[in-house]
RNA sequence: GCGGGAGUAACUCAGUUGGUAGAGUGCAACCUUGCCAAGGUUGAUGUCGCGGGUUCGAAUCCCGUCUCCCGCUCCA
């Protein structure tokens, strides 16, 4: 076997700790797995809901910005009118000789121009095309007709399209032999395109039957789209303000891979910011510069970081940034921040009949709003916490694993710990440790050296370790160990609790 | 979905031509220790991923299947 990589033997180290020490168990485990599902288990879960809190509030502190817990569920005419429904869904096609699947579209615009030439040809002048109307043909006559209108990407798209709607005419393609597998070249060896459609189905009622059919939503967006104006009321905000909310989101992908990061159940921290039109791209960068900070404030150094424009843009937007964060195996997306035009909530008037355009008191008209999206994943976040914090580092000729987290996500905050069990150590540490237990994340350790208790916190990312010793017992002082530089303060127990409520608290 | 690798204790992994399941670490208890995982004693933990098959007998051979990792593919 060929030797793994420093970076896949780094993944496997975290996903180990993590399933040892009790972040992130595999789902069913016990039953051999789900395929792309996991559990957070005791520190993951109060570690993601960490992230969770220092996110919500950075968002909701500001007085112009609302939270929101929408409902998974919602009106299938949503998904129709936020163009998942028809853009959600990839037609495929598959080679029946060699297996591979090709997207139809990349089938499409990666085969020479010439044969491409010869579909459209073939498609103008074929008299066995009786399904296609000549409203289906023109688009492809203007391209071929003006050479100015020749737009190859255009063309693809269209030609996609068409052949998603009507399959038959892909089968005609070939068996003419106007099209062959790109993969091995063996002819007449694709099959009809297939509609992939990346959201869950699920039915609404007991009874499964047509008509009834409903999707776990694939983005929390619309939620917060649908009840724009119910937000704005109850709350009296004028624009622009946004929407926050976080909430689990559902993709049927088809591969699922690297750990936390690419899921079918995944949960996502968003903020829709609602503006008017001509202040749009002023937002959009201000949103993005303090996206950018704000995982540098929860502890993500910025040399981890990227910003990646997007080259193409999805349907819905105008201007598109990636905010990728290092992971072992490459640079990947944990957050997007994106101008949704007014697309989304335009379409939701056309699709409800509902109006949801604001009033400018200023100048006298009505106008819908222009969105900036913040979209962060939250387990993605997570993830690149750990993967972040994770840090092998040598202290004299040991090893010492240390997870560096910043103390507010931190999952256990301090712990206490008797430097040895005897003349009342014990005793003391319970009772400290009694008195922090209702402001803070603790844990008490009383078993073994006092050296391997610090080294285990250390490992699940503790950033303080409190020791009672025997000094303690004289004057009530107790020492606090700092994770990261292993250095030691002394201070009176009675300022224990202030000092470390000061040093977790979440970044604003 | 295709191709490659893997799955044995909580973790990392041994396990010979098929013959009662192993190590290290960790964990628990007690002792020792008195500030950075290394001492002593004792102890617990296994559907050998799952399901079939071959066999007197399967962790081991065969078939199927699930999961993880890698590469394609996919990721509006």
Not at 1 to 19: F, H, Y
Not at 176 to 190: H, Y
Request: net charge negative; glycine share 6%.
């Amino acid at each position: 076997m060929a030797q793994q990589s420093a970076s896949v033997q780094l993944l496997e180290k975290i996903v180990s700790l993590a399933k040892r020490r009790g972040f992130v168990f595999q789902s069913s485990e016990i039953y051999g797995g789900l395929n792309g599902c996991w559990d957070y288990g005791p520190l993951g879960v109060e570690m993601l809901r960490n992230v969770k809190e220092a996110w919500w509030r950075a968002m909701t502190s500001r007085s112009d910005i609302e939270g929101l817990d929408a409902s998974i569920l919602m009106h299938p005419k949503v998904w129709e009118a936020s163009g998942h429904v028809q853009n959600f869904s990839d037609p495929m096609v598959d080679c029946k000789s060699c297996k591979a699947r090709f997207r139809l579209d990349h089938l499409f615009s990666e085969m020479s121009e010439k044969k491409f030439n010869n579909i459209l040809k073939f498609l103008l002048s074929d008299i066995r095309l009786t399904s296609l109307s000549p409203d289906d043909l023109a688009p492809i006559s203007l391209f071929t007709v003006d050479p100015l209108l020749f737009d190859h990407a255009k063309q693809v798209d269209y030609l996609s399209q068409l052949m998603d709607q009507k399959p038959e005419i892909f089968d005609l393609i070939v068996t003419d032999d106007l099209v062959n597998c790109p993969n091995c070249g063996t002819k007449k060896s694709l099959t009809s395109p297939r509609n992939f459609n990346l959201m869950f189905e699920t039915y609404i009622g007991p009874v499964k039957e047509a008509g009834n059919e409903i999707y776990l939503r694939p983005e929390t967006a619309q939620g917060i789209f649908v009840n724009v104006l119910n937000v704005m009321q109850a709350s009296r905000q004028k624009l622009p303000f946004g929407i926050a909310q976080i909430g689990k989101a559902f993709r049927n992908e088809i591969n699922t891979k690297n750990f936390l990061f690419r899921t079918r159940e995944f949960e996502q921290m968003e903020m829709q910011f609602f503006v008017k039109e001509g202040t749009d791209e002023k937002f959009y960068e201000e949103w993005r510069d303090r996206r950018f900070a704000w995982w540098q404030a929860i502890g993500i150094p910025k040399e981890r970081l990227h910003l990646k424009p997007h080259e193409k843009l999805a349907h819905y937007a105008k201007a598109a940034i990636d905010i990728e964060f290092e992971f072992p195996f490459g640079f990947g997306e944990i957050e997007g921040i994106h101008n949704r035009t007014n697309f989304d909530l335009t379409r939701h008037e056309e699709f409800s009949g509902k109006s949801l355009s604001v009033h400018d008191e200023e100048k006298k008209e009505k106008k819908v709003p222009f969105v900036i999206e913040t979209s962060a994943g939250a387990s993605r976040g997570f993830m690149a916490l750990l993967c972040n914090g994770y840090e092998e580092e040598k202290v004299g000729d040991e090893v010492r694993t240390v997870m560096r987290l910043h103390p507010a996500i931190a999952p256990v905050k301090a712990a206490i710990l008797p430097l040895v069990n005897k003349d009342g150590m014990q005793e003391i540490s319970e009772k400290l440790e009694q008195d922090l237990r209702g402001s803070m994340k603790t844990f008490y350790d009383d078993s073994g050296a006092v050296g391997r208790r610090y080294r285990r916190q250390d490992e699940i990312g503790t950033p303080f370790g409190v020791t009672i010793d025997s000094d303690t017992l004289n004057d009530q002082t107790v020492t606090i160990r700092e994770r990261d530089s292993m250095q030691q303060i002394r201070l009176p127990i009675d300022n224990v609790k202030g000092y470390l409520l000061e040093r977790i608290g979440f970044p604003v």
